[in-house]
């Protein structure tokens, strides 16, 4: 993915792609155990495109990389890649890019009868009430998270 920087924050960094580049890779049809070895195929099956896999909606699909621990029980760590999708429709425990008083924030949206808050996926953090007092705004739904091992 050839990511281009649109801004920083305190917490997230943006960024937008270029899809109109295919970003294909190799890739082995047969997958690979996580229990025992089974035997290997000796040839790929095909080419995938990354952002065919990852982008269904590109013009409404950018890119933020997450710092900050809030997320840890949703999978989700500081430094991780997140692809978040403005065309999807935001449902109850879906997980959201929302700008809240000034600040970006990723966090599992919670809806009742007639509130919402903002959870997240870590004890130390506390649920915030969305209010008609505050400035909010959601800024897209998270689609997938690319996490980073070494």
Same mark, same amino acid.
């Given at each position: ?17 270029? @899809?109109? &580049? ?41 890119? @933020? ?9 949703a999978g989700i760590v500081s430094g991780d890649l997140l692809v978040v999708d ?8 879906? &997980?959201?890019?929302?700008? &809240? ?28 009430? &969305? ?12 689609a997938h998270a690319i996490h980073h091992?070494?």
């Amino acid at each position: 993915m050839n990511l281009k920087p649109l801004y920083k924050t305190k917490k997230l960094e943006f960024y937008t792609s270029e @899809v109109s &580049i295919a970003l294909e890779m190799p890739y082995f049809d047969a997958g690979v155990s996580a229990g025992f070895p089974s035997p290997a195929d000796d040839y790929m099956h095909a080419k995938l495109d990354l952002n065919q896999l990852l982008v269904e909606h590109p013009s409404a699909t950018y890119y @933020v990389r997450v710092n900050g621990d809030s997320m840890l029980g949703a999978g989700i760590v500081s430094g991780d890649l997140l692809v978040v999708d403005r065309s999807l429709e935001v449902t109850n425990n879906c &997980i959201v890019v929302a700008h &809240i008083d000034g600040e970006f924030t990723v966090k599992r949206i919670k809806k009742t009868k007639n509130k919402m808050f903002l959870q997240a996926e870590n004890e130390n953090y506390k649920p915030i009430e &969305i209010t008609e007092e505050m400035d909010f705004e959601l800024f897209g739904v998270v689609a997938h998270a690319i996490h980073h091992f070494v």
